[in-house]
């Protein structure tokens, strides 16, 4: 059955990997043998390094300066959890491998290697790509707007899905709003006890928030002029 749309334009793994992490809010740091969790310790630069903020006495300060240099000795992972409940909340994990250098106060990382695992699978980031890309200028504020999306306007998302092709509905419990990006709304169709991913594309990026309310605009205009799909009953089949 068909569970998803054509992707028209998405980001590229580059672009999603800094979306990853432009939004994160804490890291997993695995060094030593060990490994720790840190939440709201990190910055990013704008190409893409990391910079932890961590004490003085931090068994990763000294590991950083006893740690040969040039030689990958840690390993960073950010997950990027949906704002709205839904199955299988991770849409993405992003890891990267280098090393600690102390400076300035706190730890600047190097990286060597990065890796971003969708549900697709894994793919390995070229390191230039990824220091020239920008995150997706709605990274920031995209837990906001799903959120608010899934709350408050749930006739919306309703309407929304006379846009999905019918097989992709069959079956459908719930639909929520996964994500979205400069070039797209993405659901998660929900089915009893599977679920898969539609994507509704814009008709060009929305580079803020007042583009993306327009764009949003033009996607519900679509789809009131669109034929209603069967999710409602098939709603109300599995209710009976």
Same mark, same amino acid.
């Given at each position: 059955m068909g569970d998803s749309q054509t992707w028209t334009v998405a980001?590229?793994?580059?672009? $999603?990997?800094?979306?990853?992490? =432009?939004?994160? @809010?804490?890291?997993?740091?695995?060094?030593? *043998?060990?490994?720790?969790?840190?939440?709201?310790?990190?910055?990013?630069?704008?190409? *893409?390094?990391?910079?932890? %903020?961590?004490?003085?006495?931090?068994?990763?300060?000294?590991?950083?300066?006893?740690?040969? $240099?040039?030689?990958?000795?840690?390993?960073?992972?950010?997950?990027?959890?949906?704002?709205?409940?839904?199955?299988?909340?991770?849409?993405?994990?992003? @890891?990267?491998?280098? @090393?600690?250098?102390?400076?300035?106060?706190?730890? =600047?990382? $190097?990286?060597?290697?990065?890796?971003?695992?969708?549900?697709?699978?894994?793919?390995?980031?070229?390191?230039?790509?990824?220091?020239?890309?920008?995150?997706?200028?709605?990274?920031?504020?995209?837990?906001r707007l799903l959120t608010h999306l899934a709350d408050c306007h *749930?006739?919306?998302?309703?309407?929304?899905?006379?846009?999905?092709?019918?097989?992709?509905?069959?079956?459908?419990?719930?639909?929520?709003?996964? =994500?979205?990006?400069? %070039?797209?709304?993405?659901?998660?169709?929900?089915?009893?006890?599977?679920?898969?991913?539609?994507?509704?594309?814009?008709?060009?990026?929305?580079?803020?928030?007042?583009?993306?309310?327009?764009?949003? %605009?033009?996607?519900?205009?679509?789809?009131?002029?669109?034929?209603?799909?069967a999710l409602q009953r098939q709603r109300a089949d599995g209710d009976?």
């Amino acid at each position: 059955m068909g569970d998803s749309q054509t992707w028209t334009v998405a980001p590229s793994a580059a672009e $999603r990997a800094r979306s990853v992490l =432009a939004a994160a @809010w804490s890291c997993a740091v695995t060094a030593e *043998g060990g490994r720790e969790e840190f939440v709201g310790a990190h910055t990013v630069t704008e190409d *893409g390094r990391v910079l932890l %903020h961590v004490p003085e006495d931090s068994t990763l300060v000294a590991a950083a300066i006893c740690a040969p $240099r040039g030689e990958p000795s840690a390993v960073l992972e950010f997950a990027d959890v949906a704002p709205v409940p839904v199955r299988n909340r991770i849409r993405a994990r992003l @890891w990267i491998a280098g @090393w600690f250098v102390h400076e300035d106060g706190h730890l =600047a990382f $190097r990286a060597t290697r990065v890796v971003l695992r969708l549900p697709s699978g894994a793919v390995v980031v070229d390191l230039d790509e990824f220091a020239a890309a920008a995150p997706d200028p709605l990274a920031t504020a995209e837990a906001r707007l799903l959120t608010h999306l899934a709350d408050c306007h *749930g006739d919306a998302v309703e309407r929304l899905t006379r846009l999905v092709e019918s097989d992709s509905l069959h079956g459908a419990v719930r639909v929520q709003p996964l =994500a979205v990006d400069r %070039h797209g709304l993405t659901l998660r169709i929900e089915r009893a006890r599977a679920h898969g991913d539609v994507r509704l594309a814009f008709h060009r990026p929305a580079d803020d928030v007042a583009q993306l309310t327009e764009r949003m %605009h033009v996607l519900l205009t679509q789809a009131a002029a669109a034929c209603p799909r069967a999710l409602q009953r098939q709603r109300a089949d599995g209710d009976g």
